[in-house]
């Protein structure tokens, strides 16, 4: 399976922009890069998934690099409704579009 | 977006009962469920696949004898713990999708919170 590594954890400030990276060097030309969020007590919820273009919505956006050995999601203002455990994960044939997390990026954000 | 019931969302049995935890699609057909077990500061871990009408795929290391799976309709998915016991206590969380593909978001329930005394 195609692995990801993100940083354990990451602190921001609330009102201001947040940079989530993800490595992920292994990726295949047909994996969908994902991401999912973990709110404290609950089960993840969907952020954002791309494959090559950089992809805008509602929530955030996702930078994906035009190598695509890495991405980064971009929280434009953080709130404290934001802290939580960020997942990125690959999709794809290779491992039958599973959802396999790995630990995440716990994001703190400070008043 | 489409949403994904899980119930109850948290359970205390007593050791050797038998606990099960539903899983619902409330507005679309999931012909696939998954679940998953988390245990306190770790991430998700894949436990079994299920397909409706069919067998659950289950994961290495995951007794399928202990963790029944039982996916009889499009929209019901069930996890039965068998003769539970204190190590079965853990925060269990279903997900759905209504097809395949890697690009199609991933729903998820609410999660159960299980905990074996």
């Known amino acids: 399976d195609a692995k990801t590594t993100q940083p354990n954890s990451m602190e921001s400030n609330e009102e201001e922009p947040v940079h989530l990276p993800c490595n992920h060097s292994t990726i295949s030309g047909t994996d969908y890069i994902h991401w999912y969020r973990q709110l404290p007590s609950q089960g993840p919820e969907y952020v954002i998934h791309?494959?090559?273009s950089n992809v805008n919505n509602r929530m955030a956006s996702l930078a994906i690099a035009e190598d695509r050995k890495s991405s980064t999601l971009i929280l434009h203002r953080a709130t404290l409704r934001d802290a939580a455990v960020y997942y990125c994960i690959l999709r794809g044939w290779r491992n039958n579009n599973d959802m396999r997390f790995g630990a995440g990026t716990r994001l703190t954000v400070k008043p | 977006g489409a949403v994904v019931s899980q119930h109850p969302s948290r359970v205390i049995c007593k050791s050797g009962t038998s606990v099960k935890i539903e899983c619902r699609s409330l507005d679309f057909q999931a012909t696939t469920m998954f679940w998953y077990r988390q245990f306190p500061k770790q991430s998700l871990m894949l436990m079994a696949t299920?397909?409706?009408?069919?067998?659950?795929?289950?994961e290495q290391g995951v007794e399928k004898d202990k963790f029944l799976i039982n996916h009889a309709s499009l929209t019901l998915s069930t996890l039965t713990v068998a003769s539970a016991h204190p190590e079965d206590s853990s925060f269990y969380i279903c997900?759905?999708?209504?097809?395949?593909?890697?690009?199609?978001?991933?729903?998820f329930g609410q999660g159960t919170r299980l905990t074996v005394v």
């Open positions: 299920s397909n409706e009408g069919s067998k659950a795929t289950y």
């Open positions: 997900s759905a999708r209504d097809r395949a593909g890697a690009d199609t978001e991933a729903f």
């Open positions: 791309g494959l090559t």
